[in-house]
């Protein structure tokens, strides 16, 4: 059976106030050409391309453009993508002359505030607004000097929903110019193995069916289309390009097992999707709104679409309607199955169907859950079937009872969690929030349709994908002791053409097996669907690094967590909701995506002192609505080179430097236990540390301290591993190790690796053209009855990691705000206690200080600092166990 993904993508590549347009020779070398119309306003844009990697389901998605000014003065240049709303952005960079200035996720509050800031100032602002039913349209623009050339790259994310029983990835091509050197290429990896795989291209011609090229064996499949400069052009003398449409690829999966579970780096993922089930009878209330607003092409299409849903209609299922507007009417007293005789009642019912009046939801849905409810009592409907009420509004509650929290607790009460409500939407003027909170709260979605020649076909495409409920009660259980942090793994129906998607963390590593079990009702019996897999297996038949990208089950995990905490949030309230958000945020930061509970800040150039925002709408907006404010110019730019650094028991100090101040917490972890604390996905730099006991408690404290005594630095790119213990050095490189004692001074230089071991004091290590780290070696007297020798990790330009570093201490190599008030006497005199805000918590914290033993190893230097107590927690993202590893050298692509 096949599956649905969709995922858009819409290019507009503006250059200054013309259109620019290229070519590419037969040798992939990039020229100008001598057509006048290759420069517009001095910008040539000479290279677009649309980089897709769909692994399991989860899209990995880059957009690239590259331009050149070739003009004499400075010149705008534009950035334009259309995007899927239930895409999170994770990464964007610019990059002129070489220089390339990185994004870095914040807290939206914080971005907020900058940029009330620059708007106050009158600075420039970029926008981002929905974009048609399905899309968000990202904008940027930056000045690019004279001469000067400028990449933009976009990257985002999504997990690929079921959809009518296909994957389907849409991308919607709209260059609007010839393009000198343009490409998209779709890679796909599915271990389930992929059965058949094409691509639908709406502006195709006999020419272009050439530079369309689809291939797929086994689990790899692969879409390209790279047209010529001259393919591009509508026609031979034409400067205007025919590349406007729909460029659509569509695969299906082989299928041999209902599930398939796949294990990665401690993370699973579970899809179920049963085949060749009986479909289970339904019982389905409509609940339509016949008020004025409704009347004219609104009504004509409803009826259009109710004919044909009424011919869909199952003989072994029960029906009814119920109209809407100033009163509440029903066709028939109680469900009534659909047979044919029935079913010409009905549409002679619908045809005669008058509009006039407003709108009383209340007592409309109130009506139709009795009705429901009253079919189950006295058993018209069988035992064995499922029910649901759709409901099709076009406006709000305005007589009856008109307040939304009432409707919603009335609704909610009444139902009592035993069938799902589908609530459409149909225009511009419905309150969609509402109708939103409303299906939600009662296991149900809402839809939006709308107001276009093709409402009738949104309405009949709604209902095929609830008209087939396959399985009712489903319940997807893994075994208690191994694994943690699930998602949502129960549901009220399995609908045919769906798919069940469950994700969650493994904590047993030494499970050598894994089993899934899901039970449902079915039409016929209860059904069980057991399978187990062998996880060393698993993930060795999973390493297929040319289609892997990096730990793809953890990210997938990651929005999968993020997307239904969001959903829950929607209709929290107080506590409740401050939780959601707390966590939602949480991921949010570590996992570096733009939702809408965060905000991704890009230096850009101009003056230096400038950045750039990119946001997420947080609720649904109209079509036509911008829906934020993304991109302005700020005048703060941090001091360079600020220090993250952990030594002691094991402290870590942050420097903050727009605050002029520093954070501090301690981690308590036992002896024995490995922790990341730095990791950068893009690079792969990594370094772990290993945590050591005192030999004995402490007299005074009667507490074990406990320091890092093991560093395990990583850069897979070099085929490196340096082990660092007080006693010595090892270092293994291209197959060869080396190894040196603290008794050592030793430089060394290699392949872009410097080692400068200074003798009995610190080491320091440079890799490539990144961060540069200094290791400073504390040494007690042997025989000393208590301490040990221990490690401290310090980081040089921090800055020169990618924003995706995360661990321990990477993760604050970002941007970081955080407000102090209400400082207030503490248990110890000279520590004062405070309330701080930071990542949208409230936390106690007390003024400490630490040391700094970069400058002087045996004293080291005072750092006044606020304290975080509890192991960090409510500053770290997560808990400190999240960073646990399984040993020294463990290295992964993705953070945790």
Known sequence: MAVTVRLYISLVLLSGLGTSHFLINPLGNIKKRSLPDTVVNGIEIYSTKINCKVTSRFAHNVVTTRAVNRADTAKEVFFDVELPKTAFITNFTMTIDGVTYPGNVKEKEVAKKQYDKAVSQGKTAGLVKASGRKLEKFTVSVNVAAGSKVTFELTYEELLKRHKGKYEMYIKVQPKQLVNHFEIVADIYEPQGIKELDADVSFITNDLMDVLTTSFSGKKGQVSFKPTFDQQRSCPTCSSSLLNGDFIIRYDVNREQPGN??????????????????????????????????????????????????????????????????????????????????????????????????????????????????????????????????????????????????????????????????????????????????????????????????????????????????????????????ISDITQNSYQHFYDGSEIVVAGRVVDFETNSFMADVKGQGALND?????????????????????????????????????????????????????????????????????????????????????????????????????????????????????????????????????????????????????????????GITVNGEIIGEKEPSSETKKRKSYFGRLGLLDPRMDLQMEVTPQKITLWSGGRRTSFTWMDTVTITQNGLSVIINRKKNMVVSIGDGVTFVIVLHEVWKKHPIHQDFLGLYTVDSHRMSSKTHGLLGQFFHPLDFEVSDVRPGSDPKKPDATMRVKNKKLIVTRGSQKDYRKDAGHGTMVSCWFVHDNGSGLIDGIYTDYIVPNLFYHSQTNF
């Not at 009642?345 to 859950?369: F, Q, S």
């Not at 709260?441 to 087939?468: C, K």
């Open 527 to 683: 059904l069980t669907f057991t399978e187990e897999v062998d996880v060393k297996e698993m993930e060795e038949a999973l390493k297929e690094q040319e289609y892997i990208f990096g730990d793809y089950i953890e990210r997938l995990w990651a929005y999968l967590t993020i997307e239904q905490l969001l959903e829950k949030r929607k209709n929290a309230q107080g506590e409740e909701k401050e939780n959601l958000t707390a966590q939602a945020l949480d991921l949010s930061l570590k996992y570096h995506f733009v939702t809408p509970l965060t905000s991704m800040v890009v230096t850009k150039p101009e003056d230096d002192d400038s950045e750039f925002i990119a946001d997420k709408p947080g609720e649904e907006v109209k079509a036509d609505q911008i829906s934020h404010v993304y991109a302005t110019q700020l005048n703060y730019q941090p001091p360079a080179n600020p220090y993250y650094f952990v030594d002691g028991d094991p402290h870590f100090i942050i420097e903050v430097p727009q605050k002029d101040d520093a954070l501090c917490f301690n981690i308590d972890a036992q002896p024995g236990v490995v922790l990341n604390l730095i990791r950068d996905p893009d690079t």
């Open 261 to 482: 579970v796949q294990i990665v780096n401690g993370y699973f993922v579970h899809f179920f999707a049963p085949q060749n089930l009986p479909v289970v009878p339904k019982n389905v209330v409509f609940v339509i709104d016949v008020s004025g607003s409704m009347s004219g092409q609104k009504m004509a299409q409803t009826k259009d679409a109710l004919f044909h849903i009424l011919n869909d209609v199952r003989e072994d299922d029960f029906l009814n309607f119920i109209l809407f507007s100033s009163d509440v009417t029903t066709w028939k007293e109680n469900m009534v199955p659909a047979t044919p005789e029935n079913l010409k009642m009905a549409k002679e019912y619908v045809h005669n169907i008058h509009e006039g009046g407003v709108t009383n939801i209340n007592d409309a849905l109130l009506r139709g859950i009795e009705m429901i409810n009253k079919a189950r009592e006295m058993e018209i409907v069988p035992e064995r079937s499922t029910s649901i009420i759709i409901m099709l509004t076009d406006g709000e509650a305005n007589t009856g009872e008109s307040r939304v929290e009432k409707i919603q607790e009335n609704v909610r009460n009444a139902i009592g969690g035993k069938f799902p409500l589908y609530n459409l939407g149909f225009g511009r003027d419905v309150n969609y929030n509402f109708l939103e909170k409303m299906a939600l709260e009662n296991h149900g979605f809402a839809r939006r349709i709308y107001e276009d020649s093709d409402a009738n076909l949104q309405m009949q495409g709604f209902y095929d994908e609830v008209a087939n409920p396959l399985l009712i009660n489903v319940d997807l259980q893994y075994p208690q002791n191994t």
